[in-house]
């Protein structure tokens, strides 16, 4: 079947689907003139994917899973999830750990302020305010930041979780808006993202698609940094959704 084919069977758009292809997911033969085909089983490769993505899983291992999954038994691809999954729990019994800390702190310093006292003079230390009671050891989340001491910025991003809020059909408009904006930009790796270089005439662009991405990807981090002619937008994901990022925002993917 053609690639248009498959995005409307499996529900996938065909841009996903050519990343799949690049990121070695999804193989794909060429006819004659040079058009994607795919066998019957590329729908089954798909729900793979797709629920395994649903777990959390970066693109890396989901190859790996793929290889087993078309060469070996049930049992064997069990072996490889359960170890994989256990890990994701893991992470996000953390991740729970963490914001239920930076939550109870931010009760705890709502309650303080409620019990302070009204006053007409300016504020200052008499206030009782920046200090708010409570624990203080470790896992306990200062006041305005997260647990365990991660910057406020880094809270909301990594501990969000990694899913977004749209619809097939809004993914893949908002991914054809993210194609137009980043066109010819200069792309880089940074730690746990990537910096784009935009003429400067894109700021608004990318200023309104960036917040309007954060809507419905919470796990997703930007920054804009205007730079005389050009303009560098950092975007920054968790590890586990590095593949969508680069699907999303990297002008070679």
Excluded: N
């Excluded at 070695?24 to 729908?43: D, K, Q």
């Excluded at 629920?51 to 038994?73: F, H, M, N, V």
């Excluded at 200062?142 to 809020?165: I, T």
Aim: with cysteine.
């Amino acid at each position: 079947m053609r690639i248009s084919q498959l995005a409307e069977r499996s529900g996938v758009p065909a841009s996903t689907l050519r990343f799949y292809e690049t990121a070695g997911l999804l193989p794909a033969g060429r006819t004659a003139s040079g058009y994607r085909v795919y066998g019957p089983e590329a729908t089954e490769r798909l729900a793979f994917i797709g629920a395994a993505k649903q777990l959390g899983l970066p693109l890396g291992e989901i190859a790996e899973l793929l290889g087993t999954w078309q060469r070996g038994s049930c049992t064997e691809v069990k072996a490889g999830l359960r170890p994989r999954i256990a890990a994701r729990l893991h992470e996000a019994a953390e991740r729970a750990a963490q914001l239920a800390a930076f939550t109870a702190s931010l009760r705890r310093a709502l309650q303080h302020l409620d019990e302070l006292p009204d006053r007409a003079g300016r504020c200052d230390p008499e206030c009782g305010f920046p200090a708010t009671p409570g624990p203080t050891g470790p896992g306990a989340a200062p006041l305005g930041g997260p647990a365990l001491g991660a910057p406020a910025d880094e809270a909301r991003w990594r501990l969000a979780p990694v899913a977004c809020s749209l619809s097939a059909d809004g993914r893949e408009e908002r991914a054809s808006a993210w194609r137009a904006l980043v066109a010819g930009a200069g792309c880089e790796r940074v730690p746990d993202g990537l910096r784009l270089t935009l003429p400067v005439r894109r700021a608004g662009t990318a200023a309104a698609l960036s917040a309007a991405e954060q809507e419905c990807c919470p796990f997703l981090d930007f920054r804009l940094h205007l730079d005389g002619p050009a303009v560098h937008l950092e975007v920054r994901a968790p590890a586990e959704a590095a593949g969508l990022l680069a699907e999303l925002l990297d002008p070679a993917g």
